[in-house]
Nanobody, 125 residues
């Protein structure tokens, strides 16, 4: 079991950068494939980026590829999302999530067993 806590959200200007962190307050992230998802009020939650439990299998949604970077530091028990060249449409609540241990399939909302409570990123013009 793992408990996840996101941080790093806030207000940022378009074109700016922010780094989100997802720390495990209980348990360790090392055996879990993990992902970042986001949700705008009134819309469905969508996949942003995923990373396998070995650190490989990195995948991004098309609209963030080349701007966002997902990474993990198992020694610090933390997942990151570096977000650069932010756009207004990146405004959302960002959630991190973890799969069951040693899961090797795609990072998808339906395959994530543990979720954080989210952190709001607001991109202003």
């Amino acid at each position: 079991q793992v408990q996840l806590v996101e941080s790093g959200g806030g207000l940022v200007q378009a074109g700016g950068s922010v780094r989100l962190s997802c720390a495990a307050s209980l348990g360790t992230i090392s055996p879990y494939s993990m992902g970042w998802f986001r949700q705008v009020p009134g819309k469905e939650r969508e996949f942003v980026a995923g990373i396998g439990w070995t650190g490989g299998s990195i995948v991004y949604r098309d609209s963030v590829r080349g701007r966002f970077t997902i990474s993990r530091d198992n020694a610090k028990n933390t997942l990151y999302l570096q977000m650069n060249s932010l756009k207004l449409e990146d405004t959302a609540v960002y959630y991190c999530a973890a799969s069951r241990p040693y899961y090797n399939g795609p990072v998808h909302e339906d395959n994530m067993d543990y979720w954080g409570k989210g952190t709001l990123v607001t991109v202003s013009s």
